[in-house]
């Protein structure tokens, strides 16, 4: 299992399976251009990668604040049912993607 940021088109729309439950509305074929506009502003797009398979996303940006100092801003993370992890509960693998992020 691998905690990866989307930089590379093909790592984004791997990411959209899982994407397209919390947001219904996208496409698969604005997500890319979509995902890389918001990428110029800051946005992240951090994947769980267990042996081939996108187990769950997190959208994020880093932020520096005076009054909370330097810190992620978490849009949403999503874990695809479908594909869970077997070995964590549900919820765990986006737990995962934001502690590790931290380091």
Do not use: W
């Not at 093909?10 to 997500?31: G, K, S």
């Amino acid at each position: 299992m691998q905690i990866k940021i989307a930089e590379s088109g093909a790592e984004i729309a791997r990411c959209f399976r899982v994407m397209v439950q919390l947001r219904p509305n996208l496409t698969e074929d604005t997500f890319v251009p979509r995902i890389r506009e918001l990428q110029r502003g800051g946005y992240e797009l951090a994947f769980l990668d267990d042996a081939g398979e996108v187990r769950a996303v997190a959208g994020f940006r880093m932020s520096d604040m005076l009054s909370r100092g330097r810190h992620i801003y978490n849009r949403f993370g999503l874990e695809c049912k479908s594909l869970r992890v077997p070995r964590f509960p549900a919820g765990r693998s986006n737990l995962i993607i934001f502690k590790r992020l931290l380091r």
